[in-house]
């Protein structure tokens, strides 16, 4: 490999149709990356005879053969003894400094727990966050925790609130990103006191932290692009989340059915192909894959299991963005000098 290429680890055991779809999606980023090179880690054969359907991959990739891979069903506690699976081999390579970010389409719970284990926490960063680029009717926006955690202090969002700061500037490229809480209403007195207590914290240090934070915002509000930046547990961010998709899902598939109980509504489609379009490009799904494990010192990235070529190709291409723009190092430079626990604490003392 050329010197100081930039490098992403695969597992390409990982997901649902793996390594076929691992090796397309490699296909498609590396037309966008000519720069870019992989470090494959899994079955050796298999990989090989997808390559063979891009011959061109053979320059900017090297497989490492793995005996082993996680499943879906395995538990966390058992796969983070297991050094020989592809996906603990690749986020290994992330923590000996042999590529910059791993990304994976396989279990989850698995690639949490090995990512924190083997790349551990930022200094300054109690919990590690799940983080996505959504679309909103104006744009795009940011949201975390999406699971990693169920129950969040007001430490932890704070936390959170920096951290996704720092990536919708850089992966968004906003100046000035808009952080908001989620909560159930937008009064001062609503929610529970961990979110009212980040608050605080997050209005009293917002210019020491370099945030426009402004306020609470509601799950209503979230398609209508009142925030650029939106801060939750990750039980409540993993709901809305899903709400939100549903939501999306339920409106499509009401639109398709009217649609074709009206014969005179098959009348206008021609004179809606534009506008259709539009809609399909905003909402599409496979151009938000690669939720990031935010708050970690090195970039893991969680492709969708059931990603096609060109879905995991946007995971790839995140990481790279990311990668870039050298996200794990502005996350510890913006921490370096504010200590947060040490604000609640002050805050604390205060109400005493």
């Not at 991959?57 to 506690?77: A, G």
């Not at 923590?95 to 279990?107: D, H, K, P, T």
């Not at 104006?138 to 949201?143: E, L, N």
């Not at 650029?228 to 547990?233: F, K, L, N, Y």
């Amino acid at each position: 490999m050329e010197e100081n290429p930039l490098i992403i680890s695969v597992d390409a055991m990982g997901g649902d149709h793996s390594p076929k779809i691992v090796i397309e999606g490699l296909a498609i980023a590396s037309k966008k990356n000519p720069d870019m090179r992989f470090l494959l880690f899994g079955d050796s054969a298999l990989i090989e005879a997808e390559m063979k359907k891009f011959p061109k991959l053979k320059d900017v990739c090297e497989i490492r053969h793995c005996d082993d891979l996680v499943r879906n069903e395995d538990k966390p506690s058992q796969v983070i003894r297991n050094k020989n699976t592809s996906m603990y081999q690749a986020i290994d390579a992330v923590r000996n400094g042999e590529a910059q970010a791993v990304v994976s389409a396989g279990n989850t719970g698995a690639l949490m727990a090995i990512s924190k284990m083997l790349l551990k926490t930022i200094q300054k960063i109690h919990r590690p966050a799940i983080v996505s680029i959504m679309p909103h009717r104006y744009g795009k926006y940011v949201m975390l925790d999406l699971g990693a955690n169920s129950e969040c202090s007001a430490v932890n969002l704070a936390e959170f609130a920096v951290m996704g700061n720092v990536l919708a500037r850089h992966a968004l490229d906003l100046p000035s990103p808009r952080v908001a809480l989620l909560n159930i209403g937008s009064e001062e007195m609503k929610g529970r006191e961990e979110i009212r207590h980040a608050a605080q914290m997050l209005r009293e240090a917002s210019e020491d932290l370099g945030l426009n934070f402004v306020g609470y915002i509601e799950p209503h509000d979230i398609p209508f692009g009142k925030a650029d930046v939106i801060i939750a547990d990750g039980f409540t961010g993993n709901v809305a989340l899903k709400s939100i998709e549903g939501t999306a899902k339920f409106a499509a598939a009401i639109l398709k059915d009217a649609v074709k109980k009206s014969p005179i509504s098959w009348l206008g489609l021609p004179f809606l192909a534009f506008a259709a379009r539009h809609v399909k490009k905003v909402m599409n799904p496979k151009l938000y894959n690669g939720a990031m494990f935010v708050g970690l010192n090195g970039l893991s990235v969680k492709s969708h299991g059931g990603a096609d070529g060109f879905s995991f190709s946007v995971a790839i291409n995140n990481a790279a963005l990311l990668v870039r723009q050298n996200f794990v190092a502005t996350i510890k430079e913006e921490l370096e000098d504010i200590d947060l626990e040490e604000i609640s604490q002050d805050m604390f003392y205060d109400v005493l």
